[in-house]
Every structure is written in C-alpha cells, then in structure tokens.
C-alpha cells in the first residue's frame, strides 16, 4: 500500500486524475488508518458502506472524464456541520443519534466538487472550548503528543489531518476554533470573511461570529477546499455575501515582495511564551528574506477583546441553544412532572458544564438591568476593535502575530479553571470580532518539539492574499512538512 497519506490534497487530486490511484483506494487507505488510530478520538462517526459508495461514485466521474478537480479525494467534516449520510452531534449529548434531514452547504459544496466524506470529527460541545475536552465524548487527543490537547473547538479536525486519518478537514472558527487547533498540531487553517462561506446547516454557536473554513497541511491545500465551499448561497443563508466563485489556487505564487507586515505590539508583550514568540519571529524573518517590510503596529484595545468576546458570544449562544429544549430538538428527560420540569430535565441532563456555563452568562448579560451595563458596551466595544484593525490596515497590507501563548497544554491543565483557558484566547479574538479573514500556519516548533503556528490577518475579504503569503512562506520552509512521530 503506498503513503498515500503522506500526499496534500493536491497531490492526491493530481494521482486521481492521472488514474494512479483510485477514489475507492484512497477510502479503504484513510479508512484502515481511520480504525488504526481510533485512540486519538478524532472521528465521532464513520460509515464504511457509505464512505465507499461515494468513492465508486468518484471513480465513476473520473472514468467519464468530466470531473472536478478535488474528485476522489478523501475529507472529513467538523460535527457541527449537518449530513444526511452521518449523524451529527456537535460533541453533544443533547444530539447524540440526531440525524439531519438535510445536508449543510459546505458538504453539499465539497461532496459536487468530487470529495469523498471520511465521517464526522469530534469536537468541544457545540464549538465552545480551546482544547477539545469539552466534547461530551471524550477529549481529543494531539498526535504530537497524545497527553496534549489538540486546540479546539475544531480539535478533531486538526487530529485528524495531523494524523494523516484525513489529507484535510472542513472545521468552524467563532474565537479561534480553525487557527488555534491548526498552531498547535502544525496544519495551515484559514478562517474566511464573515459571509464568505454558507453557514446553512451549520449548527450555529454565535451567528454574528461563526465562519466554517478548511484546515489542511498546506494553504494550497486550503485555497483549493474555500474555492470549492465559498459563495453566495441566497436561498438559504441570507448572511452569505453574493460574490462569483473565486478559484483561490490562482494567486498562490505572486510575490510579497514590498508587502508591509503590520506587527502589532500588544501581541507580542508579556503573555507571550518565549518559545513561541522565538518561533513567530523566525517565520517573520523568513518573510522578510521573500522581500517583506514589517512595520509596528497598535491594537491598542487587544486586551479588551476577551471580555467583549465572552460576553457576546454567550449572549448569542443562549438564543441560539434554546431550539434544544427536548420537542423542537434534542434529548428529552424519561420522565418529568410538567413541561417547565421536562425542559429543565432535559437541558440538565444532555448539556455539557461549559455550555451551561454559557448559557447562564447569555441570559444574564440579556437581562433587563444588565443588557446595558454588558452587552450593549461590548457591543460599543466591539465596533470599536474593528474600527482599530481598519485603522491598522492603513499602516499595513496584512497583520502578522501568533496564534496562541503558548504550544498545546497537557490534557486536564485549565479543568475548573475556564477564565484560565479563556485568556489563552487572545491573539484569535480580534479577526472574528471585526469579521476579517485570518489564518494560521506553521511556523517551527515549540516547547517539547510542539508545532507553534503564525497568525495572518487580512483585510475584508483578503484570503487570497493571506493564503498567497502562506504558501511562499511554505515554498521557502519546510515546517509544514513535519509529521508527528508514528504517523
Ligand atoms: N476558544 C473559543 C471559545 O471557547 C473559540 C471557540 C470557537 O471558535 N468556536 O469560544
């Protein structure tokens, strides 16, 4: 059997084409590998039968000569995006069996342009956490190092491809959830525009925030999974921007030469740990030998973002999560006295601490006598964050930081402390606050020979630029070749 998993998705996307390998091939390889490295916890469902069906129907594409270019080639999706061939849970115990009856519109995208669905990836419950020990089963594991976390809330995507279970995954970012887990299991993951991608079918967690995006080993590989998933889509999600299909492999290779990196400083202060900024700083160096300028920069109200951030997402969150009361969706309690017992019975028993957390803090910030004090000056707040970043790019074409504070922890390090696990958000917080693309890609190693990630934020709309200056980094590097040992 060859490495077939050691190959991007490009290259997988070439050897199809080229009939060295086949759709069907491919799916028993990354399935076999799937079930040999079932103790990562990475996939929550798979489903051989139809995993192979969808492969024959690749190979039948290809053999008509009219196929896609991602067709045959092997994904695997984030639990928080519906399917009707696998069930969906959102790393919850609230869904635990749900099967959708319609499929979300990055997988319908994804399944048109050819790929074959692996299964679901496992993830914190309903995409809140940064460590993917919040899903309701059981923490994911880093391939790094099986004692870490993997990042979160979109962990198993990352384990996933860090593994090589899958050349990529679809993953969903609202604080961080695609840069982070991406930083620290060494993958390139790129959170779209606000609007660029459908978020129809996407189990929502804070819709002013959520964006579904790719997460792979390389940002050709990621530019060509967004090309396949962007665009409008009017019927269904009003908050996707009605922009023409745009093929994000073709900017790949321009030059940076002369781009101003904005470095903004409050992302290098105190909280950063010296391994890591050591590692940022040698991928910026590597950008200034492609002819980049780096430029200081201020995001003078960085600090703030966490409170804005985890007083408005839970706000969303509380609105959001109220579909799953036991009648409209979910689990309902086996018995109860009345119907105000079996909503509390219900929500009791199938959410997780962390989501309970959330919502308290949501209908709390919502409640008459506290809606003005909290959430309508984070929402002030908010608007001027994104008012500092506009300012920023006046300085600067793209901004250049790390992701995290630090490489992946030890599994259990923030278990009953969540403001500690809350504050390692910083650096991820800002892009999502204001709607901006922003990506993450390898940029060295860290403590413990863990991989460390680069942080790029563009401007609105900007991700072929951002994915333009992670591939000539990745031309120039070689980090994101690096695989954990034993896969
Ligand atoms: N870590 C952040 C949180 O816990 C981000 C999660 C996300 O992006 N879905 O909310």
Redesign the pocket.
């Given at each position: 059997m060859g490495d077939w998993h050691d190959q991007t998705v490009a290259g997988l996307a070439a050897r199809l084409r080229a009939r060295e390998v086949s759709a069907l091939e491919l799916a028993r390889h990354f399935l076999a590998r799937g079930a040999q490295h079932a103790d990562l916890n990475a996939f929550l469902a798979r489903d051989e039968d139809v995993t192979l069906a969808q492969a024959r129907a690749a190979d039948a594409r290809l053999a008509a000569g009219e196929a896609p270019r991602l067709t045959g080639v092997p994904v695997a999706h984030k639990d928080v995006l519906v399917t009707t061939d696998f069930p969906t849970t959102a790393g919850s115990r609230m869904l635990a069996g749900y099967r959708s009856p319609f499929e979300s519109t990055v997988t319908a995208r994804l399944a048109e342009a050819g790929m074959v669905c692996l299964g679901k990836l496992n993830?914190?419950e309903f995409?809140?956490?940064?460590?993917g020990e919040?899903s309701a089963f059981g923490p994911i594991h880093n391939p790094w190092d099986r004692t870490r976390v993997p990042g979160?809330?979109?962990g198993g995507s990352a384990a996933a491809v860090a593994a090589r279970l899958a050349p990529a995954a679809t993953a969903?970012?609202?604080?961080?959830?695609?840069r982070?887990p991406a930083s620290f299991c060494g993958l390139t993951g790129i959170?779209p525009t606000y609007g660029r991608v459908s978020r129809y079918g996407a189990i929502a967690?804070?819709s002013s925030?959520?964006q579904v995006g790719p997460m792979a080993r390389t940002a050709e590989d990621c530019a060509l999974l967004l090309s396949a998933m962007s665009g409008g889509d009017p019927e269904r999600d009003s908050t996707a921007l009605d922009l023409p299909p745009e093929d994000f492999t073709r900017g790949l290779d321009a030059s940076i030469e002369g781009l101003r990196i904005g470095l903004p400083r409050e992302f290098f202060g105190d909280g950063l740990n010296p391994d890591v900024r050591a590692a940022v700083e040698g991928a910026l160096a590597e950008l200034r030998r492609l002819g980049a300028t780096l430029v200081d920069i201020s995001l003078p109200r960085t600090e703030l973002a966490i409170p804005v951030?985890?007083i408005l997402?839970p706000a969303e969150a509380s609105t959001n999560l109220s579909r799953f009361d036991g009648v409209r969706y979910g689990h309902r309690a086996r018995s109860f006295a009345d119907l105000t017992d079996m909503y509390v019975r219900s929500r009791s028993e199938a959410f997780g601490e962390?989501v309970k957390r959330?919502i308290i803090i949501g209908t709390y910030v919502l409640s008459h006598g506290y809606y003005d004090a909290y959430y309508l000056q984070a929402q002030k707040l908010r608007r001027m964050i994104a008012d500092d970043l506009q300012h920023a790019f006046g300085q600067c074409d793209v901004i250049a930081g790390p992701v995290a504070p630090s490489v992946a922890w030890p599994i259990g390090t923030h278990a009953g402390d969540p403001l500690a696990?809350?504050l390692?958000?910083i650096y991820?917080?800002a892009a999502?606050l204001a709607g901006l693309p922003a990506l993450s890609t390898p940029a060295g190693f860290g403590d413990g020979g863990l991989p460390v990630g680069l942080q790029l934020i563009g401007n609105y709309l900007q991700e072929g630029r951002l994915l333009n200056v992670a591939h000539r980094l990745q031309q120039a590097t070689d980090w994101h070749t690096r695989k954990p040992a034993g896969f």
């Open positions: 993830c914190d995409a809140m956490g940064s460590s919040n979160g809330s979109s969903s970012d609202t604080g961080g959830s695609i982070q959170k967690y804070a925030f959520d951030y985890y997402t962390e959330r696990a809350y390692a958000d991820t917080l999502p």
